[in-house]
């Protein structure tokens, strides 16, 4: 299994990348206030990674960052281990989405995990619990 320090790049749509950045918002946020310090700082620091590859600067207007159209593809380099948190952020969120009655975001959230989990399988990484594993 690669080092979970090694970067790794997995293509999605900037839609599908929306999905991670809004789980890993809400669960920064939640674990500042009352949970893990260390995973809040992780969440901001995969959060942050995103959006410097992703955003770009709006010519003439210093400062000003936007990003690119919803169907643009985007190839986000993570360590094994911030794609290990970024999956379960978005199990964790999926199911609060499923009992607030959001099953359709749900299911966007699951489809992205799952995009995530088959790129982390092809380069040799079975995460803890993975059904794949056995």
């Given amino acids: 299994m690669p080092g979970m ?31 893990d310090p260390r995973r809040a700082e992780l969440a901001r620091d995969i959060r942050g990674a995103g959006a410097d590859q992703l955003t770009r600067e709006t010519p003439g207007v210093p400062g000003a960052r936007s990003w690119p159209p919803p169907d643009t593809i985007v190839r986000p380099k993570l360590t094994i281990a911030q794609w ?33 989990l088959a790129r982390l399988r092809a380069h040799g990484v079975r995460p803890p619990g993975d059904g794949a594993n056995q």
Avoid: K, P
């Fill in 5 to 35: 320090s090694v970067g790794l790049i997995i293509a999605m749509t900037l839609r599908q990348w929306g999905h991670i950045d809004a789980c890993l918002d809400d669960d920064a946020n939640v674990e500042t206030v009352d949970g």
């Fill in 84 to 116: 290990l948190l970024t999956i379960d952020v978005l199990e964790s969120w999926a199911a609060t989405c499923d009992r607030m009655g959001h099953h359709d975001t749900a299911a966007r959230r699951r489809e992205v995990r799952e995009l995530i």
